[in-house]
């Protein structure tokens, strides 16, 4: 088992290479730099006289006066430090400062919406597939293409107007009333970010919920027409153990394997969620790096989300593994 989990690791450094390089191409593509930005955002201003000096010292600061070559090498160097650069849009700060204040909420509630929806999906998918054709799988299934149908910001801004109009309430948005944004940590503080936390947690969670009970369903029924489950019956097996003991133990398989696409998806989806809903999450500050060209900031952020992939592949390997003895000898 470790052997094969080192082996899993190994083979993701090479790609975590080939992402970061992606990546910093990706940031490259827009035209001009931060420097540019700046300078546009303070001609706005209707300060016509920007110094040319000033400007190339502040491309040479953040050494965009070098190849690209050269700015991914410096970039890079320092990640084994958890060095990603100084943010040109937020000056002054590191983009480790500025990421580390929203990243542990931004996982916080992707995994409360992970928990929460498969917990909700796998017994739904299992009562859905075991009366399949009744009026209640029909009604299941109706809510499922819903839930995969709304896309998140349509679904986040019909929850924030049933927050405020239907249930009465005038906070909306965020994650914590506005005495506690600044506050430091207590049970108080707690306590009203757990108020806060449904409405992220049911846009995040719905999609990932009506897919999962989808893909529950589709597999229990396959499995519960395989012969080994008829033999179970024919053996005067309960159905309960039947369905539980025999059929959801392999039907459940596919679903380990659709886990390592679900934490990048949350976290994408969370992107345009927190922008929406004004959360203190890795959204409005990856939206204002892309405005504002920050290649350090926008690009880590970026390779972040692409390095949950590589992650949460890992995840669902070891969890097959751990299931099925046979995926080791792969």
């Known amino acids: 088992m470790i052997s094969y989990v080192l082996r899993r690791i190994l083979y993701m450094i090479p790609m975590m290479i080939i992402i970061s390089m992606v990546s910093f191409a990706l940031i490259q593509l827009p035209p001009g730099d931060a420097v540019t930005y700046y300078e546009m955002r303070i001609r706005e201003q209707g300060q016509s006289d920007v110094a040319i000096e000033m400007l190339d010292k502040m491309r040479e600061r953040y050494g965009l006066d070098k190849p690209l070559p050269v700015q991914y090498w410096n970039w890079i160097k320092g990640f084994p430090q958890g060095d990603f650069g100084m943010s040109m849009v937020y000056e002054g700060l590191t983009v480790a400062s500025i990421i580390s204040e929203r990243l542990l909420i931004t996982i916080i509630v992707s995994v409360a919406a992970l928990i929460i929806s498969w917990g909700l999906a796998i017994p739904i998918g299992i009562y859905s597939a075991t009366h399949k054709y009744t009026k209640a799988d029909y009604a299941l299934s109706f809510f499922a293409f819903i839930g995969m149908a709304i896309p998140h910001f349509m679904l ?13 309430n005038t906070s909306v948005g965020g994650l914590f009333s506005p005495e506690y944004r600044e506050a430091a940590w207590s049970w108080a503080k707690f306590f009203d970010l757990l108020y806060h936390l449904p409405i992220p947690v049911i846009v995040l969670g719905l999609a990932t919920l009506a897919g999962t009970m989808r893909v529950m369903r589709g597999n229990l029924m ?18 309960r153990k039947v369905v539980f003991k025999h059929a959801v133990r392999i039907a459940i398989n596919p679903l380990i394997s659709r886990l390592g696409l679900e934490l990048p998806n949350l976290l994408s989806g969370s992107i345009i969620v927190s922008i929406v809903l004004s959360l203190p999450m890795l959204g409005p500050i990856f939206q204002r790096a892309l405005s504002g060209q920050d290649m350090y900031l926008a690009g880590t952020i970026l390779l972040m989300l692409s390095w949950t992939l590589l992650l949460g592949n890992l995840i669902a390997d070891i969890l097959l593994a751990w299931a099925d003895p046979r995926i080791r000898l792969d």
């Open 156 to 168: 986040a801004m019909l929850l924030m107007f049933f927050w405020v109009f239907v249930l009465g």
């Open 222 to 239: 396959d499995v519960l027409d395989q012969q080994y489950v008829m033999t179970a019956r024919a053996k005067g097996l309960k159905e």
